[in-house]
């Protein structure tokens, strides 16, 4: 079994660079970091960055988890080329790329690209959001899948994740304590579902829901409460049809004692204050 220990960013194609900068920078909150010609680096937390922003296809999009040890590292290549998973070694400038010591790309069942990382950077200064916003870090991505069942199993039975909740077939899983790190939402194509950033406290989702409004950002769901999670949240759109999530709250659960739970696929499963959501995969 594959141990995966942190969540480290996300990948996303754009043919916009300077929209998703303004968006990323002057909606969400978050810090630029570095910036070349055909990449933006922003970050809402000690991570070197949360997102890389680079000039290419809008549906080309990667996520990255952190291995610790060498050792396990290897063995994780070891184990997935075994399997008779596609291994794309990763290049010096990948690595550059990427800010990290080590790295290898595959693809889980549905095409979704996961870059598996070694010895990330840290930045060592600290976070500076880019407006009041609350954010306190990066915590989660959806992922597409066009089978959640499969790729359910791909991620529990080769990595240290472990199902938390599901809504319908949607699984929410996680690696550590964190109610979920990463949730898979039935769809007909791969690709990131939403981003998760976790903020402070209900005012700071409060006062975002007002300033989105304010500059006429498209509101997709909240603000509100996951049942499951116990996170109150909020979910709106950026450019290149990306979901951000604000959320404050999660539910942190004991592996040992933790039983998961099934909730059906309906709006109360999705929010217990009455929120509509107005996320496809979200719908039934």
Same mark, same amino acid.
């Given at each position: 079994?594959?141990? $995966?220990? %942190?969540?480290?960013?996300?990948?996303?194609?754009?043919?916009?660079?300077?929209?998703?900068?303004?968006?990323?920078? /002057?909606?969400?909150?978050?810090?630029?970091?570095?910036?070349?010609?055909?990449?933006?680096?922003?970050?809402?937390? !000690?991570?070197?960055?949360?997102?890389?922003?680079?000039? +290419? %296809?809008?549906?080309?999009?990667?996520?990255?988890?952190?291995?610790?040890? /060498?050792?396990?590292?290897?063995?994780?290549?070891?184990?997935?080329?075994?399997?008779?998973?596609?291994?794309?070694?990763?290049?010096?400038?990948?690595?550059? /790329?990427?800010?990290?010591?080590?790295?290898?790309?595959?693809?889980?069942?549905?095409? !979704?690209?996961?870059?598996?990382?070694?010895?990330?950077? &840290?930045?060592?200064?600290?976070?500076?959001?880019?407006?009041?916003?609350?954010? /306190?870090? &990066?915590?989660?991505?959806?992922?597409?899948?066009?089978?959640?069942?499969?790729?359910?199993?791909?991620?529990?039975?080769?990595?240290?994740?472990?199902? !938390?909740?599901?809504?319908? =077939?949607?699984?929410?899983?996680?690696?550590?304590?964190?109610?979920?790190? $990463?949730?898979?939402?039935?769809?007909?194509?791969? +690709?990131?579902?939403?981003?998760?950033?976790?903020?402070?406290?209900?005012?700071?989702?409060?006062?975002?829901?007002?300033? $989105?409004?304010?500059?006429?950002?498209?509101?997709?769901?909240?603000?509100?409460?996951?049942?499951?999670?116990?996170?109150?949240? $909020?979910?709106?759109?950026? =450019?290149?049809?990306?979901? #951000?999530? #604000?959320?404050?709250?999660?539910?942190?659960?004991?592996?040992?004692?933790?039983?998961?739970?099934?909730?059906?696929? %309906?709006?109360?499963?999705?929010?217990?204050?009455?929120?509509?959501?107005?996320?496809?995969?979200?719908?039934?």
């Amino acid at each position: 079994m594959i141990p $995966l220990i %942190d969540i480290r960013y996300v990948r996303l194609g754009t043919q916009d660079l300077a929209a998703n900068r303004h968006f990323a920078t /002057e909606i969400v909150g978050l810090e630029v970091v570095d910036e070349t010609p055909s990449t933006v680096y922003v970050r809402g937390d !000690n991570r070197d960055h949360n997102i890389c922003y680079f000039k +290419g %296809d809008p549906s080309d999009h990667t996520t990255a988890f952190e291995i610790e040890r /060498e050792a396990d590292y290897e063995a994780a290549e070891r184990e997935l080329a075994d399997a008779g998973i596609e291994i794309v070694q990763g290049t010096a400038e990948g690595r550059s /790329e990427r800010r990290v010591e080590a790295y290898f790309t595959f693809a889980d069942p549905s095409g !979704n690209k996961i870059d598996l990382v070694y010895r990330p950077h &840290f930045n060592p200064e600290p976070f500076m959001p880019s407006r009041k916003v609350g954010i /306190e870090e &990066f915590s989660h991505v959806g992922l597409k899948t066009t089978d959640a069942a499969r790729d359910e199993k791909f991620w529990t039975q080769r990595f240290n994740m472990r199902v !938390n909740d599901w809504i319908g =077939p949607a699984p929410l899983m996680s690696f550590d304590q964190v109610h979920h790190r $990463l949730a898979l939402f039935p769809t007909d194509q791969p +690709g990131v579902q939403h981003i998760n950033f976790q903020v402070d406290g209900i005012d700071s989702i409060m006062r975002s829901w007002y300033y $989105l409004q304010e500059r006429q950002v498209q509101i997709r769901f909240g603000p509100g409460r996951h049942p499951s999670s116990s996170a109150m949240f $909020l979910y709106f759109e950026g =450019p290149d049809k990306i979901i #951000y999530e #604000y959320s404050h709250g999660v539910r942190l659960v004991t592996p040992d004692t933790w039983r998961p739970r099934q909730f059906p696929f %309906d709006n109360k499963s999705f929010c217990f204050w009455g929120a509509t959501p107005q996320i496809d995969e979200f719908v039934e």
